[in-house]
């Protein structure tokens, strides 16, 4: 068949293939701009894709189910917030004994949280970030605030250092009614915090603090410490202490308890090794300032009978006051292995989370490694210090250290299992052995361990402390834990 055109006769066959050519064209040009056209379904697909929205200039997941405080995200330091959880923790106190980690046969974040509109067992109401079942947990009773009257501390800082102290200082000084001895360098004229900021500081702060100005380099005025404790003992001091400025001590109530298994009517000499062999084999069998040098009332008379050879000595720091010690009398270390010089870097989170009995003393806890003692101890407020790193595991595998962190392990050890993970970088040649005398026994690191650690943590007004434990991620953004205490 032929068909009539300008040109003359067209064969049929080829003017329809010329008409499927078209329009197969069109449907093409039309199926490329659906592609390019943006349309309502289209935006619902990607929304779906980049579930986030923009709180005061923070990045929030679809999966945040809640508008957390603004002013609490930028105070953490969030920029991109990819979950947050929220679960109330009902404390009860008991007199039994209790092991320091506990198994509670529920779990701690796998459960499913309900929509807004729900309110808990005291009626208050719950959004979406909650879990609505209360978390009961069991605590000892707290003891009685410690008298510790017959201790006095000795430090050797500068003004401004000492004004970082005193608030850590004020969780186990503060109106127990011990006195802190500062050996100060001279105030430096530009320095904001003087000496009188810092002792009205201290007295807000129920700290019996006395400061002394010194013209010595440090070496000289931390020896000079057992002269200034030794001149001012009262008639009721048994014991003098040497700590350095970042010394913390968990709990007094355990300490005074602990000074009452050694004599103090004879001349003792106690304190803590190094964690590391190297720091040993470097500086000696003495007793490291960090986690505490404790001088009964006997042995700081008989130095004072001889402070003067000894200061002489060209030894330095905690050395000069071992050797002289062991040089004019037969007095001799007695280590107490719950001082803890934590001569630990890099990592100590396996040290906290070890679930053994809490420590009498820490250190280096924000230079060699960080973990904020005094936000830590914010919970003791509520629960007393011996629920500090007290240790929780639930049966989703997610463990508690109450004041420090929420972890799961990729391999997660037994219920009985007293190992202490070595998290810690290993230095000046030391290997797992060199930590066995004081922290063993030893587990390797889990590299996949997940981690919420504790950032901050505050007394509210209603009596309840809130903590917040964060497992930071830059590219998928934080995770944010956040536990309400309260008493039964």
């Not at 048994?238 to 970042?246: N, T, Y």
Request: with cysteine.
């Amino acid at each position: 068949m032929l068909l009539k055109g300008p040109e003359g006769a067209i064969p049929a066959s080829w003017a329809w293939k010329k008409m499927m050519r078209f329009v197969v064209a069109i449907i093409a040009v039309a199926g490329f701009a659906a592609l390019l056209w943006p349309s309502s379904a289209k935006k619902t697909t990607t929304a779906t894709v980049a579930p986030t929205r923009a709180h005061s200039n923070i990045t929030i997941s679809a999966n945040v189910k809640c508008d957390p405080d603004a002013d609490m995200l930028h105070h953490l330091g969030v920029r991109k917030l990819a979950q947050y959880t929220r679960r109330e923790v009902v404390v009860e106190f008991t007199e039994d004994p209790l092991p320091m980690r506990q198994h509670i046969d529920q779990p701690l974040l796998d459960v499913q949280v309900r929509g807004s509109g729900h309110t808990n067992e005291l009626g208050e109401p719950q959004d979406g970030c909650t879990i609505p079942a209360p978390l009961a947990v069991v605590v000892p009773k707290p003891p009685k605030m410690a008298d510790a009257s017959h201790i006095d501390f000795g430090v050797a800082t500068s003004v401004s250092r000492l004004n970082e102290s005193l608030d850590q200082f004020a969780h186990w000084a503060g109106y127990t009614h011990t006195r802190i001895f500062a050996l100060l360098e001279p105030e430096e004229s530009k320095t904001k915090a003087g000496i009188a900021y810092v002792k009205t500081k201290a007295d807000n702060l129920g700290i019996d603090l006395f400061v002394t100005e010194s013209e010595d380099d440090y070496l000289h005025r931390y020896f000079a410490l057992i002269a200034l404790l030794e001149e001012n003992m009262r008639e009721g001091t048994r014991w003098g202490c040497i700590i350095d400025d970042d010394t913390f001590f968990p709990s007094m109530s355990a300490l005074v308890k602990a000074l009452a298994e050694y004599d103090d009517t004879k001349p003792m000499y106690i304190g803590g090794l190094s964690e590391g062999i190297p720091q040993i084999a470097t500086f000696g069998m003495i007793a490291f300032g960090g986690a505490g040098v404790f001088l009964s009332r006997p042995l700081l008379s008989d130095l004072a009978t001889v402070y003067d050879e000894c200061e002489q000595m060209t030894y330095t720091g905690d050395r000069r006051i071992a050797n002289c010690i062991y040089q004019y009398t037969t007095t001799r270390l007695t280590v107490d292995h719950r001082l803890h010089q934590l001569d630990l870097m890099g990592d100590a989170s396996g040290f906290f989370e070890s679930g053994r009995e809490l420590p009498l003393s820490v250190h280096h806890w924000k230079s060699w490694f960080q973990a904020d003692m005094p936000k830590l101890s914010v919970i003791s407020e509520l629960c007393g210090d011996s629920s500090l790193l007290r240790q929780w595991q639930f049966n989703d595998g997610w463990f508690l250290t109450n004041g420090f962190s929420v972890v799961q392990y990729s391999f997660p050890p037994e219920q009985n299992d007293i190992s202490m993970e070595m998290t810690w970088e290993p230095h000046n040649g030391a290997t797992l052995e060199s930590y066995l005398h004081e922290l063993g026994p030893l587990r390797r690191k889990d590299d996949h361990k997940v981690s919420f650690l504790l950032e901050d943590s505050v007394i509210e007004e209603n009596g309840r402390v809130t903590q917040w434990y964060i497992k930071r991620d830059k590219r998928d953004g934080d995770q944010i834990l956040e536990l309400s205490w309260r008493k039964r």
